[in-house]
């Protein structure tokens, strides 16, 4: 398969239109390009966090990334920290590693306290699957119902899915 069929397949895992409409377009287009410079490699190996992975592996798992993996990894890459001296070989670690880390990732996210605004909402990234909310406190006026059950929701998020939760 030539280069233009397989970005045109890569933008469509992807949904590379709604993603350049959520995040910047140099960040959508950058990954999309590594990608496809990785699963067009005639290389016999991809060196990935500091291994040398045969390259029809990595195409393997590049081909399963969709929206969700990219925008794991492009919110993963805004939080860290630490000063990367080669942003390529982070960049196809991550996205390497993106199908096998997100839902560790997002779980861990939301296995704390979550304090809401003012105006009672809150707004978090998380993996498809069902989450327990448990109200442990509310300001005033507003009270917090005496039984455990009634403070309690169960959702249920598939990919793509935005809940509101109200009380």
């Not at 933008?11 to 699963?39: F, G, H, S």
């Not at 966090?49 to 805004?78: C, M, N, W």
């Not at 196809?92 to 809401?116: E, F, K």
């Not at 809150?122 to 005496?146: D, N, Q």
Request: glycine share 4%; hydrophobic share 30%; proline share 5%.
């Amino acid at each position: 398969m030539d280069r233009y069929e397989r970005r045109k397949d890569l933008k469509a895992n992807i949904d590379y239109e709604r993603l350049r409409k959520e995040y910047p377009y140099d960040d959508i287009d950058d990954l999309l390009e590594l990608m496809l410079d990785t699963v067009c490699s005639t290389a016999p190996a991809i060196r990935i966090g500091g291994s040398d992975i045969p390259t029809e592996a990595v195409r393997d798992r590049f081909l399963q990334l969709d929206s969700e993996h990219i925008q794991y990894v492009i919110d993963a890459l805004k939080q860290t920290t630490t000063k990367t001296n080669d942003i390529r070989a982070y960049l196809l670690t991550a996205l390497y590693n993106a199908p096998v880390t997100i839902g560790s990732y997002y779980s861990a996210a939301v296995r704390h306290d979550v304090t809401t605004g003012a105006d009672g909402a809150v707004s978090l990234r998380v993996a498809p699957g069902s989450y327990k909310i448990t109200e442990k406190s509310v300001p005033a006026p507003y009270y917090l119902p005496s039984r455990n059950a009634d403070r309690e929701q169960t959702i249920s998020l598939n990919p793509g899915d935005e809940k509101t939760v109200k009380h």
